[in-house]
């Protein structure tokens, strides 16, 4: 039997990627180990160089599966952090706790930079203000929306597409077949 004998890993300088966040890497790696459980050939799946990046991050997943694990065993879920947020809005006697609280929640759903075109340099706490002023004085102003009958044609798709697509559609099917 062959024993493999690895060379440890040295630190040369801070910039080694050893300890980043491969999320997408681990992701392709769990999809490969549907099909292999080849080092190698899970080392070419997910584009690393050597079979110890592959061990790396498979103890990667294995860490966050042990700690999602233990966020779950100590009652710690996603609508436990949500329904504490909105507590902390509800009943906070300080507006910058609570303007903190509710800062916490857009940024969660990604609306924390809300712009838009006609507005470009006010922040979002005058947008609120001006939408308020708006309501106040009569509702927001209807859009007049031409709901005429139209017909949609969509082109042909040539032939050399066509086949494209059904072999990138065939590839898929292959490397990630149950």
């Given at each position: 039997?062959?024993?493999?004998?690895?060379?440890?890993?040295?630190?040369?300088?801070?910039?080694?990627?050893?300890?980043?966040?491969?999320?997408?890497?681990?992701?392709?790696?769990?999809?490969?180990?549907?099909?292999?459980?080849?080092?190698k050939v899970l080392r070419d799946a997910i584009?690393?160089?050597?079979?110890?990046?592959?061990?790396?991050?498979?103890?990667?997943?294995?860490?966050?599966?042990?700690?999602?694990?233990?966020?779950?065993?100590?009652?710690?879920?996603?609508?436990?952090?949500?329904?504490?947020?909105?507590?902390?809005?509800?009943?906070?006697?300080?507006?910058?706790?609570?303007?903190?609280?509710?800062?916490?929640?857009?940024?969660?759903?990604?609306?924390?930079?809300?712009?838009?075109?006609?507005?470009?340099?006010?922040?979002?706490?005058?947008?609120?203000?001006?939408?308020?002023?708006?309501?106040?004085?009569?509702?927001?102003?209807?859009?007049?929306?031409?709901?005429?009958?139209?017909?949609?044609?969509?082109?042909?798709?040539?032939?050399?597409?066509?086949?494209?697509?059904?072999?990138?559609?065939?590839?898929?099917?292959?490397?990630?077949?149950?």
């Amino acid at each position: 039997m062959k024993v493999n004998k690895y060379k440890p890993v040295t630190f040369i300088d801070g910039k080694v990627g050893y300890y980043r966040n491969n999320t997408y890497q681990q992701e392709l790696l769990l999809k490969a180990m549907q099909v292999s459980d080849d080092p190698k050939v899970l080392r070419d799946a997910i584009g690393v160089k050597a079979v110890a990046d592959v061990v790396r991050t498979l103890d990667k997943l294995t860490i966050r599966k042990e700690y999602h694990e233990s966020l779950a065993r100590k009652g710690v879920s996603l609508d436990y952090i949500v329904e504490n947020i909105k507590n902390i809005a509800d009943t906070s006697s300080k507006d910058a706790t609570r303007l903190k609280a509710l800062q916490t929640l857009l940024r969660s759903i990604g609306l924390e930079r809300y712009e838009d075109i006609e507005d470009k340099g006010k922040g979002w706490e005058e947008m609120l203000v001006d939408l308020q002023q708006v309501e106040l004085q009569g509702g927001p102003k209807q859009l007049e929306v031409d709901t005429g009958d139209y017909e949609v044609i969509r082109p042909p798709v040539p032939k050399s597409e066509q086949k494209r697509q059904e072999d990138e559609a065939e590839l898929g099917r292959e490397l990630y077949a149950k």
